[in-house]
């Protein structure tokens, strides 16, 4: 599996970017599409999850302003971020997990979004 993420940019805060993950490769038995974010000095955390089932989960200080959305027909996971906030600048990397007979992380190669006050 080869994910290829791509989106990000230099936006004002207040602004809008959606973040794309397009996905390559064995498809089958991807168990769940996620957005991490790692910003400088910090530890890479956990934005949005969205599983193969459609529930999705969302770090707290992003609720109520990004979507996690998948479209299987292009094989792509998107991001949608609204409201953005300078704290929202971070480098932003696409993840899938699959299953078969163990569980594996395949990283996107990541994109950097600077949100400007």
């Known amino acids: 599996v080869q994910l290829q993420a791509s989106g990000g940019g230099l936006v004002q805060a207040g602004g809008s970017l959606t973040l794309s993950c397009a996905i390559s490769g064995s498809t089958f038995s991807i168990n769940a599409y996620g957005w991490y974010r790692q910003a400088p000095g910090k530890q890479r955390e956990r934005v949005a999850v969205?599983?193969?089932?459609?529930?999705?989960v969302y770090v707290d200080s992003v609720k109520g302003r990004f979507t996690i959305s998948r479209d299987d027909a292009k094989n792509t996971v998107y991001l949608q971020m609204n409201s953005l906030k300078p704290e929202d600048t971070a480098v932003y990397y696409c993840n899938v997990v699959k299953y078969g007979g163990s569980w594996t992380n395949y990283w996107g190669q990541g994109t950097k979004v600077t949100v400007s006050s």
């Open positions: 969205l599983s193969s089932g459609g529930v999705t």
